[in-house]
């Protein structure tokens, strides 16, 4: 039988930030109000989330840079970098974001799930190993991906990242690490301008980063057909034990962050394939956990969307989505990609 957790508490509206910082506590509350209603709330089990450790959270940040999260403590507010705001309950926020994520990825690994959903914030993939950035506090996916192979004893770990935003901190963070494998889709050239093609990874971990920079106004057959094309491949020919998903909503059409026209329907179907490639490579071990998304009623529709592919409600049918991409756009897309990673995965 099919269980999904979801991660999901009123503890995430805690962070507060200025009224018109895009990741304000009012980007969760409508979709927590969903997430309330009987229809949905039976078709999942809740995840109960508990505070990271210290011991946790430095598996990928350092001492100092915990230290400095920790000082928000005292201020009613306060800045980690220039578009990083805290509160005085930013740091405990934090470190349940971590710890929801860790708790998540424990329990699909242990097979009390199928698979997760970790509806936090702050969100995780810009912060680096020694500091805050785009909105980022600490690295939930790097952390939670760093705890399946220290203490959960996975040998291969994959991250794909679907944010608008390249995911800079997880890239950087694993980048000289062939145990874990990184792959992101993002808007190019945007922020944080990290990603190109031709960023592969360096030393022992060459040719397990993967990225995958876009121009404006893909929407869900080109992402389908991307993903497709290049995750499964590669997905199949590296064998993760486990795939954590950077879950951005700022691909939406109506995100105002964004430049991106995905669907509800287009997050199912990437839902879908994700599902597919854990069921053919790691036992469907996946865990989706949110970045961006910074227009509520969007990230809700889209989320709840996600909650109906992975509980069985709908299964889209991601070939006849992908059948529509725009060829012009898509295969040099492809064609490129294929091209920086032709020497590493070629005999695989």
């Known amino acids: ?121 702050p969100p995780g993939h810009h912060a680096e190993r020694t500091r805050a950035m785009g909105y ?42 062939p145990s874990v494998f990184f792959f992101s889709s993002h808007q190019f050239p945007h922020y944080p301008g990290t990603g190109h093609f031709t960023e592969t990874g360096q030393g022992p971990g060459e040719g397990t980063t993967m990225n995958v920079p876009l121009g404006r106004g893909l929407g869900d057959s080109e992402f389908a057909a991307i993903y497709q094309r290049l995750l499964t491949p590669v997905a199949c020919a590296f064998e993760p034990q486990l795939i954590v998903v950077s879950a951005g909503f700022d691909i939406h059409a109506d995100d105002p962050l964004g430049g991106m026209k995905v669907s509800p329907a287009g997050f199912a179907g990437l839902t879908r394939l994700i599902l597919d490639i854990a069921r053919q490579t790691c036992a469907g ?3 989706f956990c949110l970045e961006g998304g910074y227009h509520a009623e969007a990230l809700a529709d889209s989320v709840l969307a996600m909650i109906d592919e992975l509980t069985g409600r709908t299964s889209t049918d991601v070939d006849a989505m992908a059948a529509s991409a725009d060829p012009r756009r898509l295969n040099a897309i492809v064609d490129r990609c294929i091209h920086s990673h032709r020497w590493f995965w070629k005999e695989r």
Not at 143 to 171: E, F
Request: net charge negative; charged share 20%; hydrophobic share 45%.
């Open 1 to 121: 039988m099919t269980v999904t957790g979801v991660v999901w508490d009123p503890v995430y509206l805690e962070h507060v930030t200025d009224d018109g910082h895009p990741d304000h506590p009012r980007r969760l509350e409508s979709l927590y109000r969903r997430l309330q209603d009987p229809s949905v709330n039976r078709r999942f089990t809740t995840i109960v989330p508990v505070a990271a450790t210290d011991e946790e959270i430095l598996l990928v940040h350092s001492p100092s840079y915990l230290n400095q999260v920790k000082a928000t403590a005292t201020c009613q507010a306060s800045a980690l970098s220039a578009d990083t705001l805290t509160c005085s309950r930013s740091f405990p926020v934090a470190a349940m974001a971590v710890g929801g994520t860790i708790e998540a990825i424990r329990q699909v690994v242990a097979g009390t799930l199928s698979h997760a959903l970790v509806l936090a914030r």
């Open 285 to 287: 071990r996946v865990v």
């Open 136 to 177: 980022c506090i600490f690295n939930n996916v790097a952390i939670g991906s760093m705890a399946a192979r220290m203490a959960m004893g996975l040998a291969r770990v994959m991250v794909v990242d679907w944010d608008l935003h390249h995911g800079n901190g997880t890239q950087h963070i694993f980048e000289r690490d």
